[in-house]
């Protein structure tokens, strides 16, 4: 299928490739899946069988999460256990809508600063207290407060002002300026909403020990081990978005960590785990193959594999260079070499899935080593004796951080761009280690992912106000960018906001921040084929409430 094809059967809606074991051959044309009304994504069984209430889960993540209080923790990973353990006032599904949470409804304000949630009634948290509109106040108000610390959720409430109690069931929340993304914001877990008890009583301990409303309680953290939880069994106040009512399935679920690949991996085929994250790419095909195993294959909506360039430093502060970096990666080879096949190539700063995605960017840079050759000459970058090009004595060559997340393409992607004589100074270290020297501006390349369902992640990525210790790490300050950005963020209408995002796609790309390499497919799944309601959201996060063990008639 061609990217046109999957842009057009896809729009809006994260890239999917389910590898079922029994439809690998036939899942091309509809990339295997069933996506229901409601907007979620099922792992379609074959054969015919019933859900049996019961048993467990035990998950092999690749990290362990810092803490568990969505309020601080930055961390993907956390995300993945807090989904359980907290609900959002809204949830929005595959299909990209919004749908009802512990807010039953929601209005906004002419001018877009107001939003008022009418919340549901009945509702309680884990400790027996009651969820109500001081309760939404206090969980916002907590991600605000300094002396939270929060390591990403504040940036989700962009510029929130307060939270007015109307009434038990309604609250409002203020704003000092419009801002387009709040739903989207309050469907993760980095805004569910916790016990304002659990965390008064101690902000430390909160940390791990997790009070909210959801499906699972928090049971028990074993540091280095496992994180435990067990059924909710007065839950009966789900989404609608999801296919029963009432207590989960599954009595427990229990998170085990793994960092290394292969350990993961065997940690599934010897049965000590049941579902896994982030599978061997070159494994993936195998596992389909199997007649015990699933694998649920996607790709993140947000920024894609990228290698930021520092315009700050030469010689990547030459715009010649950086163009010239773009056209001569070839990433259909990467893809197919480096990645096994398993993803599909990027080309700007979003991922295709992405609402306001640009597909404007796909022609920027083709692969093109004869251009990038003539680019370079052009800005009198000239071959020297050993292949390697010069400009007024210095050297053409950068250096890029090269970390785990990189290995798969970093020798690839050196030889391809010394074939138009740039050379690449490879530097080892791990992930914090090329965080801290790319935003230190030390060197000229790092590579970075980052999950968003939103366009609004961009602000973090290229404003200007972020060079100095944030994550704008192609140093690239420019007013119109910035206003743009700003604009983004504040604009309601749907079809001027598309516009907004495309123009600061193609500025980005027109002044080369970056180098797309392809879709990020990190939270791609093998599990058990015994398991039914699989579900993975629009950022690809593990949803189980709808999951069970298949009991054979």
């Known amino acids: 299928m061609s990217s046109s094809q999957k842009e057009s059967d896809l729009a809006g809606l994260p890239h999917r490739l389910s590898l079922h074991r029994r439809r690998l051959l036939q899942m091309a044309a509809a990339s295997g899946l069933a996506v229901a009304g409601s907007g979620l994504l099922s792992i379609e069984h074959s054969s015919a069988q019933d859900a049996a209430a019961g048993g467990e889960i035990i998950v092999g993540l690749n990290l362990e999460p810092d803490n568990l209080d969505p309020a601080v923790t930055p961390f993907a990973v956390s995300h993945w256990v807090m989904m359980n353990i907290y609900d959002t006032l809204v949830w929005r599904g595959v299909d990209g809508q919004f749908y009802p949470g512990l807010a039953e409804s929601w209005e906004a304000s002419e001018d877009g600063t107001v939003y008022t949630f009418k919340l549901k ?10 969820f109500n509109a001081e309760a939404v106040k206090f969980s916002l108000d907590h991600v605000v407060d300094p002396e939270t610390h929060s390591g990403f959720a504040s940036s989700l409430l962009g510029p929130y002002d307060r939270t ?3 009434d038990d069931l309604t609250a409002e929340v203020h704003f000092t300026a419009p801002y387009a993304p709040l739903l989207d914001s309050l469907s ?6 916790v016990s304002p008890t659990a965390v008064q009583a101690d902000r430390e301990a909160f940390l791990r020990n997790p009070v909210g409303t959801g499906f699972m309680k928090f049971s028990e953290w074993a540091q280095q ?24 399935h599954l009595e427990k679920v229990t998170f085990r960590f793994y960092q290394d690949s292969p350990t993961r991996l065997a940690a599934l085929e010897a049965g000590d785990v049941n579902l896994i994250q982030s599978p061997l790419y070159n494994e993936m095909q195998r596992l389909a193959d199997s007649d015990e195993l699933d694998v649920n294959q996607v790709m993140n909506p947000g920024l894609p594999v990228v290698l930021f360039l520092n315009t700050a430093l030469a010689p990547t502060d030459d715009l010649a260079v950086r163009k010239a970096i773009n056209l001569a990666l070839d990433r259909e080879l990467i893809v197919m070499t480096g990645m096994f096949g398993v993803t599909e190539p990027a080309y700007g700063p979003l ?3 992405t609402p306001y995605y640009s597909a404007a960017v796909e022609s920027l840079y083709p692969f093109d080593p004869e251009l990038a050759k003539q680019t370079l000459e052009d800005a009198g970058w000239i071959e020297g004796g050993d292949g390697i090009r010069e ?6 060559s950068f250096s890029l951080t090269a970390t785990d997340f990189t290995s798969p393409f ?17 530097q080892q270290m791990d992930v914090a280690a090329s965080y801290e020297a790319i935003t230190n501006g030390t060197v000229n390349s790092a590579p970075q992912a980052w999950v968003s369902s939103d366009p609004v992640v961009l602000t973090n990525l290229f404003h200007s106000s972020n060079i100095d210790g944030g994550f704008a790490w192609s140093k690239f300050s420019d007013p119109h960018l910035d206003e743009l950005l700003e604009a983004g963020e504040r604009t309601i209408d749907d079809e001027e906001r598309g516009a907004i995002y495309a123009e600061i796609q193609q ?3 027109d002044n080369a921040l970056l180098v797309p390499y392809y879709g990020n497919p990190e939270a791609s799944t093998a599990f058990e084929s015994s398991y039914q309601g699989i579900k993975q959201d629009f950022r690809n996060y593990l949803w189980l409430y709808d999951t069970s063990l298949a009991s054979s008639n």
């Open 188 to 193: 993760q877990a980095f805004l569910g909403i």
């Open 410 to 426: 970093d020798e690839l992607s050196q030889s391809l761009w010394k074939d138009v004589g740039i050379e690449v100074d490879l």
């Open 225 to 248: 081990d496992h994180i435990t939880l067990t059924r909710n069994e007065d839950y009966n106040w789900g989404s609608p978005l999801f296919e029963h009512t009432g207590p989960a």
């Open 391 to 396: 400009k007024d004595g210095q050297r053409l």
């Open 507 to 509: 500025i980005v790309m």
């Open 351 to 353: 991922w295709k899935s």
């Open 164 to 166: 007015e109690v109307i």
């Open 121 to 130: 009634e009945g509702v309680m948290f884990h400790d027996g207290t009651p």
